[in-house]
């Protein structure tokens, strides 16, 4: 026999309980057993976002090709530009459009000559590097005799040596002039005859014809 409990207490009888609680676990609307929870599905993307990347796929082969293109091209930018800053090299079409018609000068010729004759003076001691230094000092001294605005007290023999206002001859024969100098100078590597005579014969080959402009 079921146990009662006293209702004045607040309570229920025991055969009260078991029909509730039968009435409750017949009751298919709730869940008495816990089960993992479904996963909830991804969100669909919208159409343009599916087409955008289905773009990105198709031209993925394309923007490799163009990415290593850009790269070797930022390369060679980087060599010419160092080309450039050490060396007097320039493109054909660079040299054409920076070449300055020659015009109808004749430097003086005395000068010139007096002029190698002391460096011929220093070069018969063996002062090579002291006589080619001598020519490219008075090279700079005939450039702003000419062309008094072209130079900079700034300026050094190799940003002389790459100036636009100059014939190419005359860059050519002075950057060989500079060349030679900065190596005795600066590099600790002493001037032998063969470059002295080198020196020589670019200067008194533009100077004592008159190849300046």
Request: proline letters at 7%; hydrophobic letters at 45%.
């Amino acid at each position: 026999m079921a146990e009662s409990i006293p209702a004045e207490n607040g309570g229920v009888t025991q055969a009260a309980f078991d029909a509730a609680h039968k009435a409750l676990t017949a009751d298919t609307s709730i869940q008495f057993e816990l089960t993992d929870a479904p996963l909830p599905k991804p969100p669909i993307p919208p159409g343009w976002l599916r087409d955008f990347v289905d773009f990105l796929i198709t031209i993925a082969p394309a923007v490799r090709v163009l990415f290593w293109v850009g790269l070797a091209g930022l390369a060679l930018t980087i060599v010419y530009f160092i080309l450039r800053e050490f060396t007097d090299f320039r493109f054909p079409w660079q040299r054409a459009r920076s070449a300055v018609p020659e015009e109808d000068w004749t430097p003086e010729m005395e000068p010139a000559r007096a002029l190698l004759a002391e460096a011929d003076a220093l070069a018969a001691r063996g002062n090579f590097a002291e006589a080619a230094h001598l020519l490219l000092l008075r090279s700079v001294e005939d450039i702003e005799r000419k062309k008094p605005d072209l130079l900079k007290p700034s300026s050094t023999a190799r940003e002389i040596s790459i100036q636009r206002g100059l014939s190419e001859k005359t860059r050519e024969t002075f950057s060989l002039i500079a060349r030679h100098v900065e190596a005795s100078l600066f590099g600790g590597r002493s001037l032998d005859a063969s470059g002295w005579a080198q020196c020589r014969e670019a200067y008194s080959r533009f100077a004592l014809v008159g190849d300046w402009a």
